[in-house]
């Protein structure tokens, strides 16, 4: 009050109540920086939940003012991503990876064959959820929601590309285990591979789900002398697949599993050789982003 009396006495040269135009603000500056701050420590909390908090300092404000008190700081109200999981050794590894590779010719990368697999649910729907932050915080880890490889999916979506284009596509109903990959890759590696002109001595790579790393199928590559790419886990690949085409199915809503696999397939063909010559011309920034994250999550 001291201090709030000397700033009026040097602006005004009176300590007397002024007139003041409409109702006085409830949302102090102190009350202001107690609720940023609050956001800061945790930025899944609710606006009734800051409600509540600032009720306990005798501040009673609508959730509408906590809302647009936060906007005018900057902070708004957003859907969180998802990303994988990170534990310090997935982080280490990442960060290596990137390192050792960064300065790799771009002619390399256009010789690997970048394959991967996803579950695509028919009627699925994911709970929602917000966070409050900033501009350009949206891959900081609090403002994450940290994903593992689980899912209800009512068909299994597996696919191959490189740099000249999108290869073959295989769906298939139920889970995929080491049997069944390994007659995916019977199929369909080879024939990719002429069908995107890559050059002899190409490379394939494939993530370390546990079917893609156990011994029956790790003898099957070796027989079939595939070349692997050495792959850190939860390293973000240059993917096609599955976050558009996912998106896409909760718009249109195919009726049964039939319609879904037809809608996969036509998405699939949609896809352009120069949509995918600009993920492997881009994939650079990628690990370069990478190594600036110190091996925590990205915007890829």
């Not at 069908?195 to 070796?222: A, F, I, Y």
């Amino acid at each position: 009050m001291v201090r709030q009396t000397v700033y009026k006495w040097r602006k005004f040269s009176t300590v007397a109540t002024l007139t003041r135009r409409g109702r006085p603000v409830k949302m102090t500056a102190r009350a202001q920086r107690r609720m940023l701050n609050e956001v800061k420590k945790n930025p899944r909390v609710s606006a009734k939940d800051l409600q509540k908090s600032l009720a306990h300092a005798n501040i009673f404000v609508d959730t509408s003012t906590i809302r647009k008190t936060l906007n005018k700081n900057g902070v708004h109200g957003r859907t969180p991503r998802m990303k994988p999981l990170l534990s310090k050794k997935n982080i280490a590894a990442r960060l290596k990876f990137a390192k050792e590779h960064l300065d790799v010719p771009q002619h390399y990368w256009q010789n690997i064959l970048w394959t991967d697999e996803t579950k695509i649910e028919l009627f699925g729907k994911n709970t929602q959820h917000y966070v409050w932050r900033k501009k350009g915080t949206a891959h900081q880890h609090q403002n994450l929601i940290p994903t593992v490889k689980h899912g209800r999916g009512s068909i299994m979506v597996w696919g191959c590309f490189a740099a000249s284009g999108p290869g073959r596509i295989v769906v298939i109903d139920g889970k995929i285990n080491s049997r069944v990959y390994q007659d995916i890759l019977q199929e369909n590696v080879r024939p990719s591979v002429r069908q995107l002109k890559l050059c002899r001595g190409c490379v394939m790579q494939q993530d370390n789900d546990p079917k893609h790393t156990s011994n029956s199928t790790k003898e099957w590559l070796q027989q079939n002398k595939i070349r692997l790419l050495e792959w850190p886990r939860v390293l973000t690949s240059t993917r096609l697949k599955c976050c558009g085409m996912t998106l896409r199915v909760r718009f249109t809503h195919p009726k049964n599993i039939a319609t879904l696999k037809q809608f996969c397939e036509e998405e699939w063909s949609k896809i352009t050789p120069d949509h995918c010559a600009g993920l492997i011309c881009n994939y650079r920034k990628r690990l370069v982003e990478v190594i600036a994250a110190k091996g925590k999550s990205t915007s890829y």
